[in-house]
């Protein structure tokens, strides 16, 4: 069975898998950004014109999200990142999945809920803090209560549900690709020697292939909700 290898660091809970995955995705996106936008030029050569893809790509999210246009300045490298990083984290454990023993040292770090979770702490953070600078901490608690005053409980409610669907959503489907995975590497592939064998390999890459697509488009729905919970907080209804 597969477990997490998890230490504790003044009194909190740390999974080594999820801390080695991160940086190492952290380390990949840095060198990737840094690759890419080295020697830029007038007109502009490949690695310029995928990088300026991927930056009008994320921009187009922020535009078409938030109308505040002092707000897309600001969130036009936000989204970028986030997306970058999202779908290379949502990559790892498709390619590159390490053990020892029965412990899992490297894995998406996606797979695990605590860092879905992280990730929509922050955005839901940053729309609260575009909110007061939009309003006024007055002004942006008192949005709560618009348009009349019994929505304050479904507003404090919607909360919740954004910060638990957001996490919950891309933690959902990276885990369970991985799993669906592993059951085929694991289970299926030596259940009956060459026959499952030799049906598990086209299964195994037929179901990898729909896992990138998978990815792909959560990284895109986490950014582009990311966006639309910003856009309403600087928004007044």
């Not at 997490?4 to 995955?21: R, Y």
């Not at 991927?54 to 109308?67: A, E, R, W």
């Not at 919740?160 to 996490?167: A, E, G, I, P």
Request: with cysteine; charged share 15%; hydrophobic share 55%.
């Amino acid at each position: 069975m597969e477990k997490s290898f998890v230490f504790k660091f003044m009194g909190l809970n740390f999974d080594l898998a999820g801390i080695i995955g991160s940086t190492l995705m952290a380390a990949v996106v840095l060198f990737v950004c840094i690759w890419l936008s080295r020697e830029v030029e007038l007109k502009p050569n490949k690695k310029q014109n995928a990088l300026e893809y991927l930056l009008d790509f994320t921009d187009n999210i922020v535009k078409g999200n938030v109308s505040d246009t002092a707000a897309q300045k600001h969130l036009s490298l936000y989204a970028f990142v986030l997306f970058i990083f999202i779908w290379c984290m949502n990559m790892l454990g498709l390619f590159l999945e390490v053990k020892v023993g029965d412990f899992t040292l490297v894995k998406s770090p996606t797979a695990d809920p605590v860092t879905t979770m992280a990730f929509a702490m922050m955005s839901l953070l940053l729309s609260f803090s575009f909110g007061m600078q939009k309003f006024g901490v007055k002004g942006y608690f008192k949005n709560y209560s618009a348009p009349v005053s019994f929505m304050l409980p479904i507003n404090l409610i919607e909360e919740v549900t954004n910060f638990l669907t957001l996490s919950l959503r891309l933690f959902g489907n990276i885990f369970a690709g991985e799993v669906l995975l592993t059951l085929i590497g694991n289970s299926l592939a030596p259940s009956m020697g060459i026959p499952t064998l030799i049906v598990s390999a086209p299964l195994a890459m037929i179901w990898q292939g729909f896992s990138v697509f998978i990815g792909s488009i959560q990284a895109y729905v986490f950014v582009t909700l990311s966006m639309v919970y910003i856009g309403k907080k600087v928004t007044k209804e």
